[in-house]
T-cell receptor, first 116, second 117 residues
Framework: AQSVTQLGSHVSVSEGALVLLRCNYS??????LFWYVQYPNQGLQLLLK??????LVKGINGFEAEFKKSETSFHLTKPSAHMSDAAEYFC??????????????FGKGTLLTVNP | GAGVSQSPSNKVTEKGKDVELRCDPI?????LYWYRQSLGQGLEFLIY????????KSGLPSDRFSAERTGGSVSTLTIQRTQQEDSAVYLC???????????????FGPGTRLLVL
């Protein structure tokens, strides 16, 4: 079974500071990996995804994430935080197929607060 | 183009009543998923549809929960005899299919916020 661990349920940074949100996964085969963002009272918006090409993935709003197989990690970073980045961030995995296992498995989420 | 839409956006019901939640996927998306987001359990998978059939129902928490999809499009999630622990946000997502399997990216709707009193 796949699982996702997000270290830190709440991360607080100053505007302009580096954002680092951690995600580790457990899977027998490297899965598809995703970061989604959720703003208050909204659905989930895809930030970026890892399929199988480049291990450094760039997404929207200046975010990027690096897939490290040896560490089973897919941490999300942004060099300089903006106030508008305040939201909840979810890391998710999906099996590469087989049977009918196409569901996303999510981490518990990390609430990012950006201080002026 | 239009994204995934869900209705109602909010629903308040009394314990023991039945509720129906609706999802309209992105046009042409053959795969449809339901998830539940609650404070205690986070984001949980409920059910996956491919066309009108549901090959994966493994996330439905009890037999009070059921879902159907008609015409390969709209889906309805029904909760019978609602309980207070059913209070949550119910999210729907859809994805297109490539080479016979769902593409990896799922596009989410805004959710239905259900409160059971």
């Amino acid at each position: 079974a796949q699982s996702v661990t997000q270290l830190g349920s709440h991360v607080s940074v100053s505007e302009g500071a580096l954002v680092l949100l951690r995600c580790n996964y457990s899977s027998s085969v490297p899965p598809y990996l995703f970061w989604y963002v959720q703003y208050p009272n909204q659905g989930l918006q895809l930030l970026l995804k890892y399929t199988s090409a480049a291990t450094l993935v760039k997404g929207i709003n200046g975010f990027e994430a690096e897939f490290k197989k040896s560490e089973t990690s897919f941490h999300l970073t942004k060099p300089s935080a903006h106030m508008s980045d305040a939201a909840e961030y979810f890391c998710a995995v999906r099996s590469r197929g087989g049977g009918s296992n196409y569901k996303l498995t999510f981490g518990k989420g990390t609430l990012l607060t950006v201080n002026p | 183009g239009a994204g995934v839409s869900q209705s109602p956006s909010n629903k308040v019901t009394e314990k023991g009543k039945d509720v129906e939640l609706r999802c309209d996927p992105i046009s042409g998306h053959t795969a449809l998923y339901w998830y539940r987001q609650s404070l205690g359990q986070g984001l949980e998978f409920l059910i996956y549809f491919q066309g009108n059939s549901a090959p994966d129902k493994s996330g439905l928490p009890s037999d009070r929960f059921s879902a159907e999809r008609t015409g390969g499009s709209v889906s309805t999630l029904t909760i019978q005899r609602t309980q207070q622990e059913d209070s949550a946000v119910y999210l729907c997502a859809s994805s297109p299919r490539t080479s016979g399997i769902p593409q990896e990216t799922q596009y989410f709707g805004p959710g239905t916020r259900l409160l059971v009193l």
